[in-house]
């Protein structure tokens, strides 16, 4: 089972995530993505590994190359946090992919093989129709299709709005 969690900045979408998996897997590993460059990206890690403290969550750090991440054994659960961080890694870091698009999805189809249930964390930045540079919109343009395509490849999509979660779409779920 694929499931997709968007929201905007502090909207409660990591929480929703870390229920969700906590509900469909006993055994579950927490997939971080975020390289943590300053006292602020060191402080949203400190703050998620507090939120799920106690949830029997294996955590990996893995902040590119998902496609030849090899993990050691099979998990109910894998939780993706978060797509946003991946697509900038893969963009912007200097070892990224050529293709941070088809990295990614193929990232995305090599954690499924490792697991029951994969539910992938998002941003919604689509909203401000503020004009950017050009390296900011090519990330946009990408995060934008990378939700086009996993959209169309989950089983359910969520958007946390204010804390509260909105399915989106909820039609393979099993």
Do not use: W
Not at 66 to 71: E, M, Q, Y
Not at 87 to 116: H, M, R, T
Not at 117 to 128: G, M, P
Not at 137 to 166: F, N, P, W
């Amino acid at each position: 089972m694929l499931i997709l969690v968007t929201g905007g900045a502090a909207s409660g979408k990591s929480e929703h995530a870390e229920r969700l998996v906590c509900e469909k897997a006993q055994s579950r590993l927490y997939l971080a993505t975020m390289q943590p460059f300053g006292k602020s990206a060191e402080a949203r890690i400190a703050r998620h590994r507090a939120l799920r403290a106690g949830k029997g969550f294996a955590t990996v750090e893995r902040t590119l190359d998902l496609a030849n991440l090899r993990l050691s054994r099979q998990y109910d659960g894998i939780l993706l946090e978060d797509l946003g961080n991946l697509l900038a890694n893969e963009l912007f870091a200097p070892e990224g992919a050529g293709s941070a698009f088809d990295s990614i999805v193929a990232g995305v189809d090599n954690l499924q093989k490792y697991c029951e249930t994969l539910v992938i964390v998002s941003n919604e930045i689509f909203a401000d129709g503020v004009p950017y540079p050009p390296e900011t919109m090519q990330y946009i343009r990408i995060l934008g299709e990378l939700h086009q395509k996993l959209t169309g490849k989950a089983d359910a999509v969520y958007e946390s709005v204010c804390g509260i979660l909105l399915p989106v779409k909820e039609g393979k779920q099993t």
